[in-house]
């Protein structure tokens, strides 16, 4: 019989709803349950796409004995980390403080019956290996500290409280005081860290870390710094090369495991390609280098075909397993490659996607990456490249047609606003730089099924599946919100977005501000009470909410007129400041904001008969320009522009020469 999970919205509780343990989703009955039978909680966190949260899910909870030891021992909590990020924060948190190890999914926590954690980690074998105990006897041992050991777990938790509490930034600096110091220093640890042969950051495994991609764009567009540019572009075309990008249908996974970008955690989600988009688009607006324009293109490609809902929102997540194996997706074998080719075919795709090399995914299959250019295989074949290029086109039709009788990856189909926001924001600012109409179109309805179906009576819900809209938003929905409206009414300006954006940004001061401190909580004023309520300022595989929201209130203020949201965006990056200036570089979306308190933002407004205004648009579209909002609006009067730098304005300007001067455009070559 299902247990209550078969209720939810989540797909990936209800992946659990037929499991022997007798789950509950995190609410009132689970918590009062928990204190009237005495019983400790057991939490455990993951979410659909999780390849280890699988493993756990088959080896212990579909296991009628680990079940019974479960349902006997503990009250059983599941939840989706995506759906209750506030609740995965928390005890994220804490695990890593319990512990002094990383945490991750799936998190496996055990609470009091008031929410206390006092022991956990993350997966947990059925039986003892990895270094890790058996679940079975990990939950008899719990279960008997916590029957014993009252005093040791009160001082435990004390302890814990108070560092949680000290997580939160209390006091900051005066704007006044704000200066470019912590820009300066967060360049220099890039450089210190940047991966020259292969791009990126750091070793395996390799995360695509957006927000430094975007922080060395902003600063050559700032500085003209070539070296910058430099990091920026190598590291997005390794991964554009690498196997992290999906070589027959688009779309980047989610890390790789490696130093090369070669093998990735093949789940494929929302956020991270709705971040990538934009930025594949801003360097092709600086290079023209052409690997970013394919790369955009099948990413939005990828993003219509698969991950867009019929009523118009985006979907979260691809698996990363599919029939019980990580990638069996997505790898081949040459001998499969080659059944499926014309031998000319075959001759370009071999060599170019590395099958003429030893296996590369678990020593017996191949997963394509870019192991040979293809002007260098054509040359090598006696080929002219456009005659390369057009059997590598035909060769991938057939390999994409043949992967896709396949048994596909598990698709999380429920729609969440703040990774919306993030794809609507991409695929506008993509759409923009390229002139792409459809998908701006596809951003438009993904914005209004979140304006019809997730925005009730002035108030954001987090979460919608299976016709149900439900869950009060977060910062993150609402911050992330905002800054995509923004990108949007550059696209194409419509004055129900404004008044939009102005209603978030209120909700924004009203519900979330933290007025003694400044900044914005995670949660909003009346949301549950939980036993910690997190102010989080770093950049994660998200941006930060208080980044984002900074950001888009300063811009929002230069819009509007309405000084409030930037004296709440300059109390946020004033409260944030000594932790920037300590660790700039986890801290990309503030940085963002603090270049642009420094140097306030642009303003371009252009007025006009519509017919009148497409040059206008063709010039600021195709200029990579971070720090300006330009909103060009149909109208009667001749058509000019008005340019503000922070509050001071410039004389109207009638002609886009004129205009590309005032904001010194320049034409990049392409390479």
């Known amino acids: 019989m299902p247990n209550r999970l078969a209720h939810e919205t989540s797909p990936y509780l209800q992946q659990h709803a037929d499991n022997p343990v007798d789950w509950y989703p995190w609410g009132p009955e689970a918590l009062a349950e928990s204190k009237r039978t005495g019983k400790p909680i057991l939490l455990s966190v993951g979410y659909s796409a999780c390849h280890w949260c699988h493993v756990m899910a088959h080896e212990s909870f579909e296991d009628e004995a680990v079940a019974k030891v479960m349902n006997e021992l503990f009250v059983n909590i599941k939840v989706d980390r995506e759906e209750r990020p506030d609740i995965d924060q928390i005890y994220q948190s804490a695990q890593a403080m319990l512990t002094q190890r990383n945490g991750g999914w799936p998190l496996t926590m055990f609470l009091t019956p008031d929410q206390m954690p006092f022991h956990g980690g993350t997966y947990f074998p059925k039986t003892a290996r990895y270094g890790l105990p058996g679940f079975p006897d990990l939950l008899k041992r719990v279960r008997e500290f916590h029957d014993q050991g009252g005093d ?10 108070a560092a949680l509490g000290r997580a939160n930034p209390k006091s900051g600096a005066h704007v006044a005081a704000l200066d470019r110091a912590p820009l300066d220093a967060a360049y220099a640890f890039l450089r210190q860290t940047f991966d020259s042969e292969h791009g990126g950051f750091g070793g395996a495994p390799k995360f695509p870390h957006p927000d430094s991609i975007e922080f060395l764009l902003r600063h050559f567009a700032a500085n003209g710094d070539a070296e910058a540019l430099g990091m920026a572009a190598i590291s997005l075309a390794k991964m554009a090369e690498g196997g992290i990008f999906d070589h027959l249908g688009g779309g980047f996974a989610r890390y790789s495991v490696d130093d090369e970008w070669a093998i990735p955690h093949f789940e494929k989600m929302l956020y991270d390609n709705g971040w990538l988009l934009r930025l594949y688009a801003d360097a092709w607006l600086v290079t023209k280098e052409p690997l970013f324009e394919r790369t955009a293109d099948e990413t939005a490609a990828w993003v219509m075909r698969e991950m867009q809902s019929p009523e118009g929102g985006y979907y979260s997540s691809l698996d990363a397993d599919s029939e019980g194996h990580e990638g069996k997706y997505y790898v081949w074998t040459p001998e499969s490659v080659k059944a499926l080719l014309t031998p000319e075919e075959f001759a370009i795709v071999s ?23 293809l002007e260098a295989v054509a040359e090598s074949v006696g080929l002219p490249l ?17 992967r896709e009788r396949r048994v596909r990856p598990g698709r999380d189909e429920k729609i969440l606003v703040s990774w919306n926001a993030l794809m609507i924001g991409g695929m506008a600012r993509a759409a923009r730089a390229f002139g792409k109409p459809e998908w701006l179109a596809s951003a438009r309805k993904a914005l209004e099924f979140v304006r019809e179906r997730m925005w009730k009576n002035e108030r954001l819900l987090a979460t919608y599946k299976d016709g149900r809209a439900h869950l009060d938003a977060y910062l993150d929905d609402h911050a992330f919100l905002l800054a ?5 009414m550059q696209a194409g300006f419509e004055a129900k977005d404004l008044a939009w954006a102005e209603a978030l940004g209120d909700v924004l001061l009203e519900e979330f501000q933290d007025e003694k401190d400044g900044g914005f909580f995670f949660t909003a004023h009346g949301h549950e009470p939980l036993i910690h309520r997190p102010k989080p300022g770093h950049d994660n595989a998200t941006p930060s909410g208080n980044g984002v929201a900074a950001l888009a209130l300063t811009r929002l203020a230069y819009l509007t007129g309405e000084m409030r949201f930037r004296e709440a965006a300059e109390r946020t990056l004033a409260l944030y400041a000594p932790a920037m200036a300590r660790h700039p570089a986890g801290f990309g979306s503030l940085l963002a904001t603090l270049e642009e308190t420094l140097v306030p933002p642009r303003l371009v407004k252009v007025a006009g008969p519509a017919a009148s205004l497409e040059p206008w648009r063709a010039l600021l579209d195709g200029a990579y320009l971070p720090t300006t909002v330009a909103i060009a609006q149909p109208g009667s009067a001749p058509v000019n522009a008005l340019v503000c730098e922070g509050v001071t304005c410039l004389p109207p300007i009638h002609t886009p020469s004129a205009l590309r001067e005032t904001l010194k455009i320049h034409t990049m070559p392409a390479s």
Request: aromatic fraction near 10%; charge should be negative; avoid cysteine.
């Open 484 to 488: 995509a409206l923004l990108e949007v």
């Open 152 to 161: 040791e777990i009160r001082e435990q938790n004390a302890q814990l409280l």
């Open 386 to 402: 456009a005659g390369a290029e057009d059997l590598l086109a035909s060769a991938r039709a057939k390999l994409f047609v043949a």
């Open 351 to 373: 060599p170019h996607f590395g099958l003429d090399r030893p296996a590369n995914f678990e020593g017996k299959e191949w997963h394509f990456v870019v192991a040979k250019p």
